[in-house]
T-cell receptor, first 114, second 113 residues
């Protein structure tokens, strides 16, 4: 597709379960970002990939969160042992260049942990 | 440390009135500055950005913003509000020394007919 695609758009899970959120960036974009947006807040940085490697994962809140991008395109955000506090909209963005480049966002994956 | 502050989480203007959304930043190095807009049920999209050069930048839909280094501000304006401008607006900063984008908490704009 032409834009950043995120699946699922909505995910409801129970506390303690494992969740995977997928991001398919714009073709050719080497930079990929994951953000988390809670109600009434701005996007909060989680992790940034340049190609296949995580160039900056300083925003991941704890070791229950992990993300991969094995072939430098699609990325998966993985959350283990989900907690109610993990409920948020998880945003993925891609970019041709970092710093000065425009971020192209997907519509997000809304995660609800019951 | 770097941060972005958006004054006013909710702003209401009448249709045809001036729109002014405020953004202040703190940064230890020269920043790059952005405004993003989020319409209901849509992803964030770039309105405009400042990287280098002219401090008054123009974006889509008639919006513009001016980088004022002395005031550490990057306020967003539009001379005449339209109903379709109702959305959530986010100010963001990135640094030449890094690759993170830091977002403000957002301002919800309501346009009253």
């Amino acid at each position: 597709g032409a834009g950043v695609s995120q699946t699922p758009s909505n995910k409801v899970t129970e506390k303690g379960k494992y969740v995977e959120l997928r991001c398919d960036p714009i073709s050719g974009h080497t930079a990929l970002y994951w953000y988390r947006q809670s109600l009434g807040q701005g996007p909060e940085f989680l992790i940034y990939f340049q190609g296949t490697g995580a160039a900056d994962d300083s925003g991941l809140p704890n070791d229950r969160f992990f993300a991969v991008r094995p072939e430098g395109s699609v990325s998966t955000l993985k959350i283990q042992r989900t907690e109610r506090g993990d409920s948020a909209v998880y945003l993925c963005a891609s970019s041709l260049e970092t710093n000065t480049g425009e971020l192209f966002f997907g519509e997000g994956s809304r995660l609800t942990v019951l | 440390a770097q941060s972005v502050t958006q004054l006013g989480s909710h702003v209401s203007v009448s249709e045809g009135a001036l729109v002014l959304l405020r953004c202040n930043y703190s940064s230890s190095v020269p920043p790059y500055l952005f405004w993003y807009v989020q319409y209901p049920n849509q992803g964030l999209q770039l309105l405009l950005k400042y990287t280098t050069g002219a401090t008054l930048v123009k974006g889509i839909n008639g919006f513009e913003a001016e980088f004022k280094k002395s005031e550490t501000s990057f306020h967003l304006t539009k001379p005449s509000a339209h109903m379709s401008d109702a959305a959530e607006y986010f100010c963001a900063v990135s640094l030449i020394t890094g690759n993170q984008f830091y977002f403000g908490t957002g301002t919800s704009l309501t346009v009253i007919p």
